[in-house]
């Protein structure tokens, strides 16, 4: 078996479990639903945006956000649904810039759209604004080369897998995934690390995306 | 009754790992459940399965059921009903016969958890033993389209708690605290969940 780099710095794997937050908030109108997407605090957005990567693990590519389908499938404003699900999210890196596009695509339907304000939901089908609360807690699992990497990879929950690939990108900020920095900074593979970057992780499941990033490992060790 | 380890077939080795991650954070800590029935109905059959599972994960956990005689039952079938929107005449003496049962409870119910989760109605005026423990109202039922006479009733307790679980957001009221979304679940293990051999399946359905 070949020597492999070792790392500076072990990866350590993390694990996120989730609670939503229920804020009383609803809406029944596109007027109000922008209103609240403008103020709601930005774990909302990130609910909405995200929460069905999570519970949906078996489709691919994953259903579109909250608000996509909640305009399509309740106001019937198909148009402004596929505009809406049409946002690449992988472009953004801040839930600031993911609420802006989301406002902006919005504001400039309704402006040309002016019957589409006098559209209501009926109560049972309001949109109901939830936030997302995590609890981020360290794993015993370490990785100190990318054998062990892809090994671990192997073992954890796809919950770990989804903060280090998600929630630390755009919750976080980090303006890249943990795994790329990691590969990058502590393991020196910068050709590796951009890999990692480039795989869009919002077009598979999370299965699909940790077989992905294990194939990945592998075949850069020739396993 | 199902052991830990025979979930990983249903849910997989590392979930059962990340649980027993979770429970060490709650390491020293007794959670207490408190509903109005050992037997029967939905809460208790939630409870039934989960205190074993706490305990296989090192989770201290007790199950206390309050008291309460007919005429206290009677009324909060009343306020079940109305709190699903179904027309009821709930009097002064219904509200009073609720509050003799619960201060009767009250006195008798040792609320010595670190966490306490107060299931349901029928128990939620036990809030006013808070003393410096964690409170949780936890809602089972629909009350999205309350009958506000009882829901205004059962507000001044619940604005007490700490935090109100729901179980489906259409179910949340604007209340000054803090609410959850948990979704109702079922145990696969259970005998009314489990699956069934196809050779039990044909056999019922020749009978």
Partial sequence: MAELARAKEPFRFFTRLHLSELTGLRAATLGRLLKFIKDVPGACIYHHTHRFLQQHQYLSPEPPNDFAYWVSEVLSEVELGERLASIDTVQYTTIRQLREKIVETIGAYLKDNKSAKRKFARREEEFHFIKSVSFVIPTNYFAYNLREFAQVLRQITIDSIYFHVFEARIRLEKANNDFSNWIEHSLGDKELADKFSRLDPYTQTLEGLRAALIRMAQDRIGD | ?207
């Fill in chain 2, 1 to 207: 009754m199902a052991r830990l380890e025979e979930y990983v077939s249903i849910v997989g080795q590392p979930v059962i790992d990340d649980l027993r991650l979770l429970a060490d954070k709650l390491k020293g800590k007794v959670i207490q459940h408190i509903n109005s029935t050992a037997v029967g109905g939905g809460v208790a059959e939630i409870l039934n399965r989960m205190l074993p599972l706490l305990k296989g994960l090192g989770v201290e956990s007790r199950w206390d059921v309050i008291k309460g005689g007919e005429q206290f039952f009677e009324v909060t079938k009343k306020f079940h009903n109305a709190l699903h929107g179904k027309p009821e005449i709930i009097t002064q003496h219904d509200f009073d016969i609720f509050m003799e049962t619960s201060f009767r409870n009250i006195e008798e119910v040792d609320t010595c958890g670190d966490i306490v989760f107060v299931h349901d109605p029928q128990p939620i005026a036990l809030i006013e033993k808070r003393a410096n423990n964690k409170w949780l109202w936890r809602c089972h039922i629909d009350v999205s389209n309350p009958d506000l006479k009882v829901w205004n009733f059962l507000k001044q307790f619940i604005i007490c708690y700490d935090t109100a679980v729901f179980s489906a957001p259409s179910f949340s009221q604007e209340l000054p605290i803090r609410q959850f979304l948990i979704a109702p679940s079922i145990d696969p293990l259970s005998d009314k969940n489990k699956e069934l051999p196809q050779s039990e399946i044909d056999s019922v359905m020749e009978k």
